[in-house]
């Protein structure tokens, strides 16, 4: 077996070092370990946030800290420095010290090595721990490691997708509970997906927890448009990461590190005080390159930096050379057997005299089972000396070493990477199909992905390809398409899968089905609406008794009809797919299918559909995914019928299952997320905010990564960051009305979300126009016409105080229509009051979302100010403050304050002037005096010879200062506060 393990941590380690770098155990000969390194410099201010990360985390708040800096600069040798410190103080302390799980990311030289640093990891863990204990910290899903170690679990059953980072996630989660873990992750620019998406969900899991990542990356090696930017800067920006840089050394720190350096060479007496300051300038503070430079001092300085790094190699004999090369060729390290595999046994023994002369000149490092460089640096620099026909042959001969064990799926990816670099097409072409199509399983998109383009572009080079790998270009182009679904990359997939569908044979209608239906699913996650066409394409190819092929698509069919609120279709169409699951034993699609049918009855009104979703969560048996979906659904019901403490109980309840499954991010984001929801209408704001800051930016590119960012924003507004809200529903704003065409719950919230905003900037032609949807039956079911009218109440009643023709009744009737839904009174209730027709006082006291009482008390208070009555208005309006800040609704307590402020009813009188001065500019108080009169945006503009544009910023600006939401309000506080 080719062992995955990377290499050991350290390069040149510090202290306890020695005894990390083990003998080469499987050699014969006496091989030399490396010599001390030199003495650490500076570093002080990185090692003490390393240090204050790690208290941190053993006091129970974890977290991640991401350190960059260029390739040399010390990144490896810090992080060494800061265990060594941990086990040193834990020595002193007479205490076991942290656990140290530790994962070496790898290049293979075109692309990340899959999972490399996952497998040191669980390895650590295993070392640590043994198999038994790893697997039970693990969890139910453990069996989704055996992709990293097959022979850690006995069967493999279906490995799901995307549940690995979850499952090692709970790995470390739960080894932390018995003592502090620290997981570190080196040189993430060289991570696969899976890596990035494991470092993302430790980041998630490690605040409440003893857990600390450490992850290194080179920064000179992530561009703008490196996956890893992405993650860092999500990390970064929901404060789940600190950063620590490690920059150059500074002049002073430089000199004594050539110094110390020049001093072990024993050479130092010889070498006059110019050559060393040549040296320090050279070095340019990199200590990698102070290293290689201090070795050489006196003699001919490198003229270029491949020169520098190829210092210690060309001065090997030829033999070291050629030893070092096929080091090379084999990648960051290379294992002992893949080394018997390039040159045979009795090769390797005849190279071992120089293989010590290349450990002793430093150059290459003996670890615990193979050979590696002392630094990556050189591996590429000693990787591109190898000689054309020298690398194909070794590449090719690690390629079959790899071939003959392979039993990881990096093992294939791997050989699929040598054979390439082997120029072997025909192999190459095999080999990159063969990790295209178990990457699937595998879920390791990233590799897939490139694996992939890489085999269509050697498709045209190989003569008969098809009979070389057993696939037709229409299936390569099929499986490609859903790995560059699997990474997001949609636009791209979604040709790739339509080139599939053009090209599919006519001979093989099952085929062009399964093609169909990949084009449908990429659709249907970019909210294009063609999805539905293509799912009824797919149908009509299959023979009616292929139930197995017929049941996903009419589920498929069914969900989409869902969503749309096509809720008659759908509940047929759902019908068709329950009869075609049975039919073919397929207990998943059943459950679905319930589920569906369910909920699209309960949409159209019929609240007997509950009982239904019932039974689906017991047709679900043990399939996960049907179970999760079951409480998704449950509590997304409860939510709409307003039964919040239920929806809650009910998505906390599936997300512990979800948890306990195994269950992939996407599946248990959807039940978090509906937790988040609950909170929301129960009045836990910051709470509900913290999870979507920490988790919406983790979601793929989705029709529910749309959803979350809605209501996110949403929330934002609520809280009172209104700016920000502005400025990301117009950054989202096309894309939140492209994926409402096909969906009613993201086409009902954002017509609610924007018209709130376009009521705050003071834009009634957006509002009116947003609003108009809530009159359309069939756009919206019950539920969503409830709260899309409620808000289109609000719009109605502003524009009608801007003494525009409005028509209500339409408004009116699409109430009456909504009778049926347990909701109702609350929503008619806020309906009649925006309009001046009913009372606030039934809002405030109606059972509703939590933000409802503090909004009403507010709208109430506002308006008995107007009418004079000033003793009644005060008290309504510091109930609402009261009531807003108790769930962290700032948007109200601002306005309802600034209303107090305004009317000079705050209590404690701030003073300072009056309110209104202190907040507005000289234009803008003008300008309210000319609102106050009545006047519209075109009026003020001629009275004050300015554009109306101007105008209107200033109204919009006077709102905001005065945290009022209608002219009316702003004109009513400009007269109680009169000048
Ligand atoms: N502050 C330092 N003082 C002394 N030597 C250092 C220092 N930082 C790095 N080195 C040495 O420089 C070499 C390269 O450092 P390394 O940690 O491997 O760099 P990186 O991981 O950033 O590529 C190592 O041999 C290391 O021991
Ligand atoms: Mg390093």
């Known amino acids: 077996m080719t062992s995955t393990r990377p290499a050991s941590p350290t390069d040149a380690p510090a202290g306890q070092a020695a005894a990390a770098t083990p003998r080469a155990a499987w050699h014969d000969g006496d091989v030399p370990t490396l010599s001390a390194p030199s003495p650490l410099i500076g570093r002080a201010a990185e090692l003490d946030s390393l240090r204050e990360a790690f208290t941190n985390a053993r006091a129970g708040s974890g977290g991640v800290v991401v350190v960059g800096g260029e390739a040399g600069i010390g990144k490896t040798r810090l992080v060494a420095e800061f265990l060594a410190g941990l086990s040193r103080d834990a020595g002193d302390a007479g205490e076991a010290g942290p656990l140290v799980l530790h994962g070496q990311c790898a290049d293979s030289g075109s692309g990340p090595l899959p999972y490399a640093a996952l497998t040191g990891v669980l390895a650590d863990a295993v070392d640590a721990l043994g198999p038994e204990a790893t697997l039970e910290a693990a969890g139910p899903a453990a069996d989704a490691l055996g992709v990293l170690a097959p022979g850690l679990v006995d069967v493999r059953r279906d490995v799901d997708t995307g549940r690995l980072p979850e499952v090692l996630a709970d790995l470390a989660c739960a080894l932390a509970v018995a003592r502090p873990v620290v997981v570190v992750l080196e040189d993430l620019h060289w991570s696969d997906d899976v890596t990035r998406t494991v470092v993302a969900r430790l980041a998630r899991s490690a605040p409440r927890t003893t857990l600390l990542v450490v992850a290194t990356f080179r920064s000179d090696d992530v561009g703008r448009r490196h996956p890893l930017r992405t993650t860092l800067a999500e990390l970064e920006r929901s404060r789940l990461a600190t950063r620590v840089d490690v920059p150059r050394l500074d002049a002073d720190d430089a000199t004594r590190l050539v110094a110390a350096l020049v001093a072990t060479t024993g050479r130092a007496p010889d070498v006059p005080g110019t050559v060393l300051a040549q040296l320090v300038e050279r070095a340019q503070g990199v200590p990698f390159y102070a290293e290689e430079l201090a070795e050489f001092a006196g003699d001919a300085m490198p003229d270029s930096l491949r020169d520098l790094l190829l210092l210690r190699y060309s001065s090997l004999s030829d033999a070291a050379r050629t030893f070092c090369r096929t080091v090379a060729a084999a990648g960051q390290r290379a294992p002992h057997e893949l080394l018997v595999a390039m040159l045979g046994v009795a090769g390797l023994d005849d190279a071992e005299s120089a293989a010590r002369e290349a450990v002793e000149a430093h150059v290459l490092v003996a670890d615990a089972d193979g050979y590696r460089f002392r630094h990556a640096l050189m591996q590429e620099a000693v990787d591109d000396e190898l000689l054309p026909g020298e690398a194909r042959r070794l590449h090719a001969a690690c390629a079959r070493a790899l071939e003959e064990a392979g039993r990881t799926f990096a093992d294939v990816a791997a050989a699929a990477d040598h054979w390439w670099r082997a120029r072997v097409p025909d192999r190459a072409l095999a080999s990159a199909v063969e990790v295209v199509t178990t990457a ?123 969503m749309d609120h096509r809720d008659d279709e759908a509940v047929a169409v ?406």
């Open 440 to 562: 699937e399983a595998d879920g390791s998109t990233s590799t897939a992905v490139v694996v992939g383009e890489r085999a269509l572009e050697l498709w045209d080079l190989v003569p008969e390809p098809e009979r070389v790998v057993g696939l037709h270009h229409a299936a390569l182009l099929r499986h490609v398409a859903v790995a560059l679904q699997d990474a997001a990359q949609i636009d791209r997939a979604a040709g790739l899968a339509r080139e599939a569908v053009d090209e599919w044979p006519a001979d093989d209608p099952a085929g062009q089905a399964r093609a169909l239906s990949t084009l449908a699913h990429i659709l249907g996650k970019a909210g294009d609406a063609g999805s539905d066409g293509l799912l009824d394409e797919a149908l009509a190819l299959l023979p009616v008794e292929d139930h197995a092929g017929r049941a996903p698509l009419l589920r498929l069919k069914a969900r989409n009809a869902m």
């Open 574 to 979: 759902a019908g068709m797919a329950l009869d075609a699951a049975r039919a073919a034993g397929d207990a998943q699609n059943v459950s679905l299918a319930l589920n569906l049918r369910a909920m699209s009855r309960l949409n159209g009104g019929d609240l007997d559909a509950l009982a239904e979703l019932d039974t689906s969560r017991e047709a679900a048996g043990d399939d996960w995914r049907a179970q999760c979906h079951y409480y998704t659904n449950a509590s997304d019901s409860r939510l709409k019928l307003g039964r919040y403490v239920e929806a809650e109980r009910l998505a906390e309840q599936g997300a512990t299952i979800a948890r306990s499954l195994g269950a992939g991010w996407a599946t248990r984001a959807m039940l978090e997320g509906n937790v988040a929801e609950a909170w929301i209408e129960v009045g836990r704001w910051p709470d509900a905010e913290a999870w979507y800051e920490r988790s919406v930016p983790l979601i793929d590119p989705s029709d529910y990564a749309v959803y979350l960012g809605e209501r996110w924003t949403w929330l934002t507004m609520w809280r009172g960051d209104v700016d920000r809200a502005q400025a990301i529903a117009r950054a989202r704003r096309a894309t939140w009305l492209r994926f409402g065409r096909v969906e009613e719950q993201i086409r009902a919230r954002v017509a609610g979300t924007l018209a709130e905003l376009a009521l705050l900037r003071d834009d009634l032609d957006d509002a009116l126009d947003l609003i108009s949807i809530a009159t359309d039956r069939r756009a919206l079911s019950p539920f969503y016409r409830l709260t899309t009218l409620a808000v289109a109440a609000r719009v109605l009643d502003r524009a009608r105080a801007a003494g525009r023709p409005v028509d209500v009744a339409p408004y009116r009737d699409a109430l009456a229509s909504c009778t049926v839904w347990p909701t109702y009174p609350t929503w008619a209730a806020l309906f009649a009051a925006e309009l001046g027709d009913g009372s606030w006082e039934a809002v405030a006291s109606a059972d509703g979302p939590a933000h409802l009482r503090p909004y009403a008390l507010y709208r109430d208070g506002a308006s008995l100010l107007a009418a004079g009555d000033r003793a009644t208005a005060r008290e309504r309006l510091d109930a609402a403050a009261q009531a807003a800040d108790a769930i962290g609704c700032g948007l109200v307590a601002a306005q309802a304050r600034a209303l107090l402020d305004g009317a000079g009813l705050a209590r404690g009188g701030r003073g300072g002037g009056r309110a209104v001065d202190r907040a507005l500019t000289e234009r803008e108080r003008q300008v309210l005096d000319l609102v106050a009169e009545g006047l519209t945006n075109g009026q003020i503009a001629e009275r004050l010879f300015i554009s109306r544009k101007t105008a209107s910023v200033h109204v919009s600006a006077i709102l905001r200062k005065l945290g009022v939401s209608s002219r009316t309000e702003a004109a009513v506080v400009a007269r109680s506060d009169p000048s």
